[in-house]
């Protein structure tokens, strides 16, 4: 199998993982270049020729522009040719008039989702162009809230889902900066756990449909589970007991693992830094609390 890819190595819409795999198998990635022709022998297909791609790019109209390489022209020997060239927006659902758009068809959206239309709004790849599920997900929370704040007038930097499963407005907690995004890398007691590769089977000739990747022995799955941070849930690691300033919590041996404990609650002050420090988040606070400074 050879793959013609217009884009660079590196900037191919494929996780690395799926990438390498296919080296693995044999599968033939030939980036920077684009098909030019179909050759065939009678009624079957014999061949393609392809050229090499210098840069690409598309203009103000939407149009695709290639520079190719001079003397990049190349003739590969093939009995199959699949095509499979992207996606575009299709609009016709649109009865009369049609939001703005960019030059390739992707519906203009801005931050709460609103398109040029009044009361229409847009999420996904029609606005974003093929992306993530994740990114899909995300925009269409953005295009809900910019819905609730057009229907009922609602002027907030911040929503919120509440407990009823509502639309709330908190505007309190926009802030000027962003939120640090803790790395995974930065969590504590992470670095104990190596992650397992699960058990792979060698490339084979011809074709078949056993998985190549058979998962994990019990023991690896095992070790793979005691990476889990169980997040909202104390795991023992300690952190909060090290990071209290006023050494009021102890870490406690229970039956079944390590528990911290405040072992000094008069000399607590309430700073909060057990809950911040807390890498699973599994502090929390009632108010009003008894203050002591």
């Given at each position: 199998v050879h793959v013609l890819c217009l884009e660079a190595e590196g900037a191919m819409r494929a996780p690395e993982e799926d990438l390498e795999q296919a080296r693995r198998e044999g599968v033939h990635v030939h980036n920077s270049c684009t098909m030019s022709g179909v050759r065939k022998d009678g009624d079957r297909v014999s061949g393609v020729d392809y050229f090499d791609v210098q840069e690409c790019r598309f203009d103000e109209q939407g149009r695709l522009s290639l520079?190719?390489?001079?003397?990049?022209?190349?003739?590969?020997?093939?009995?199959t040719v699949i095509f499979a060239v992207g996606m575009k927006?299709?609009?016709?659902?649109?009865?009369?008039?049609?939001?703005?758009?960019?030059?390739?068809?992707?519906?203009?959206?801005?931050?709460?989702?609103?398109?040029?239309?009044?009361?229409?709004f847009a999420a996904g790849d029609v606005?974003?162009?093929p992306s993530s599920i994740a990114g899909a997900v995300g925009a269409g929370r953005r295009a809900a809230f910019g819905v609730h704040a057009y229907l009922t007038g609602e002027n907030s930097r911040v929503y919120i889902i509440?407990?009823?499963?509502?639309?709330?407005a908190r505007d309190r907690l926009a802030a000027s900066q962003p939120p640090y995004v803790v790395p995974f890398e930065e969590i504590y007691g992470v670095a104990q756990y190596g992650r397992a590769e699960p058990q792979r089977q060698g490339i084979r000739e011809g074709l078949s449909f056993r998985e190549i990747n058979e998962g994990y022995t019990p023991e690896q799955a095992r070790d793979e589970a005691a990476r889990c941070m169980h997040c909202g849930h104390c795991k023992g690691c300690g952190t909060c007991v090290d990071d209290c300033p006023g050494y009021v919590l102890e870490l406690k041996h229970l039956e079944e693992r390590d528990r911290p404990e405040v072992a000094f609650g008069d000399e607590c002050w309430h700073c909060a830094n057990c809950r911040t420090s807390c890498p699973c988040g599994a502090i929390g606070f009632s108010f009003p609390l008894r203050m002591q400074v």
């Open positions: 520079i190719p390489v001079p003397g990049g022209e190349h003739v590969l020997a093939c009995d927006t299709d609009l016709g659902f649109f009865e009369g008039e049609v939001p703005e758009c960019t030059p390739r068809q992707w519906i203009v959206a801005d931050a709460a989702q609103k398109t040029s239309l009044e009361g229409v606005s974003s162009g509440n407990e009823e499963g509502r639309i709330e």
